[in-house]
């Protein structure tokens, strides 16, 4: 646990490797028009935290003493948003954004209505203390090009550990989403978690269950489109924390032999899709994380009469989620993984009820078949039904494939021939 100290640590140029050739070149315009002003200038967060660590920031944001009206004053491309607490967003060529954020520190109790908007505004020092974990809170100086560190953070970063500033279960309390975001950055650096920042995950974790379920799916989708996933879900698995985001979900994951081992291959292929920056829809993305379940629910009860498109949706409502995925994506999850069903049952049966390619889903569906099947998004305009001529037709054509023999014999008996799609 990391106590408040009054002296930073302040780490001059000469001793880390942050070089401005690092930092974007519009946040340091930001950066030196706050400073040519008379205001303190700090780059912030994750970015300072990344430069460390030698990767490249996804963003760069800035804090500082000017006071939002002050900021938007400098800036004519500047931006007010936030009605609690104001940030200013510069805006830049091709949509970027430098947030620009006034020292600020964590509200004592929840303000009063009528309470003044100003009193959440505070020191640089109050400012590292509110952020979640101390590799999260340090500040690079543009005055000096110096990194100050009020929480420790330097040496968690040489330990290569995530550590929570404060009092861990007071800052869960406070935000239990901070929860989430320990383990966040411990998966996605491959850090230890420091010890009582750990031991108050396993003893609070039901905690998160009670944040905005909105605000969980937001948490939900950074970590699919991270490129991180599976590491991620392996150490929230590991803190037992697939119950408390997923509900039933969870349970059935923790409970069953393979399920979580499955979900974590999945994850795999998913994550290496994003790194080499495939394009993958939301949709995709959450079927990719729902598989596993699906194909539960349907081996347990897909012989049940009744549509299984409908099965999935009260299962899904019935598992009580306390991470709200909008309807929309969830009902398009459900379409694309019943379809997906359909496709792996048709590669061992060799029958497929093709009426399913008028679908909105099957695009979909078929993209997902390729990126499981081949671990990628097969160039062509239907993996899968490319995968089925492949196995069904040409092998029977040549001669050489038992099924065929096996589905004449069958389709005599019962069913007509299999319509195959004329593009086939
Ligand atoms: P990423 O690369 O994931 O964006 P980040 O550190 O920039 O990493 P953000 O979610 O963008 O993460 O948040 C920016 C900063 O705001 C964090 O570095 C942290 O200092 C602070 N922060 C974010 N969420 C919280 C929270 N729930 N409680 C306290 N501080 C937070
Ligand atoms: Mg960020």
């Known amino acids: 646990m990391k106590t408040r100290t ?37 780059l912030v967060g994750g970015a300072v935290r990344d430069l460390l660590l030698g990767k ?10 000017a006071r939002p009206g002050q900021v938007k004053k400098l800036f004519a491309n500047c931006f007010l948003i936030g009605r609690r607490f104001r940030l200013a967003h510069i805006r830049f060529r091709g949509g970027k954004i430098i947030e620009v954020a006034t020292f600020r520190r964590e509200p004592e109790e929840i303000a009063e209505p009528e309470a003044d908007k100003n009193n959440t505004f505070g020191t640089p020092d109050e ?18 090009f110096s990194i100050i560190d009020y929480v420790g953070g330097l040496d968690d970063i040489s330990r290569k550990r995530v550590c929570i500033i404060g009092d861990p279960s007071e800052r869960y309390a406070e935000d239990p989403v901070r929860i989430w975001r320990v383990l966040r950055y411990a998966a996605r650096q491959n850090f230890t978690i420091e010890e009582e920042t750990g031991q108050a995950i396993r003893s609070q974790r039901e905690l998160l269950a009670t944040s905005s379920g909105s605000r969980l799916f937001e948490e939900l989708n950074k970590d699919l489109s991270s490129g991180h996933a599976a590491p991620f879900f392996r150490l929230a698995a590991s803190y037992g924390m697939l119950p408390v985001i997923l509900g039933d979900i969870g349970r059935r994951m923790e409970q069953s032999d393979g399920m979580t081992e499955t979900l974590l291959g999945l994850l795999d292929i998913l994550d290496k899709a994003v ?12 079927s990719i994380f729902f598989w596993p379940w ?35 994506i969830r009902s398009n999850v459900i379409h694309t993984l019943y379809i997906l069903e359909r496709m792996m049952n048709a590669l061992r049966t060799g029958r497929m009820k093709w009426t399913l390619k008028k679908r909105a889903s099957y695009s979909d569906a078929a993209t997902l078949f390729s990126l499981l ?15 089925f001529r492949a196995k069904f037709t040409e092998q029977g054509q040549k001669g050489n494939g038992d099924v065929r023999k096996k589905r004449r014999h069958r389709r005599r008996k019962s069913a007509p021939p299999q319509p195959v799609p004329n593009e086939l």
């Open 6 to 42: 009054k002296e930073p640590q302040i780490l001059p140029r000469s001793a880390h490797t942050i070089s401005r050739r690092l930092i974007d070149p519009d946040a340091l315009k930001v950066l030196y028009r706050l400073q040519r002003n008379g205001f303190k200038a700090y």
């Open 56 to 65: 490249k920031p996804k963003d760069f944001d800035v804090a500082t003493d």
């Open 127 to 144: 400012d590292a203390f509110r952020r979640d974990i101390t590799i999260n809170a340090l500040f690079y100086d543009i005055s000096n």
């Open 275 to 286: 790194r080499r920056g495939d394009a993958l829809s939301q949709d995709v993305s959450y």
């Open 294 to 328: 699906v194909q539960q629910v349907l081996q347990e009860k897909g012989n049940l009469p009744g549509d299984k498109v409908t099965l999935l949706t009260d299962e899904f409502v019935a598992s009580k989620m306390p991470i709200i995925v909008p309807k929309t």
């Open 373 to 387: 099947e081949h671990g990628h998004i097969k160039p062509g305009s239907d993996p899968f039904a490319e995968a």
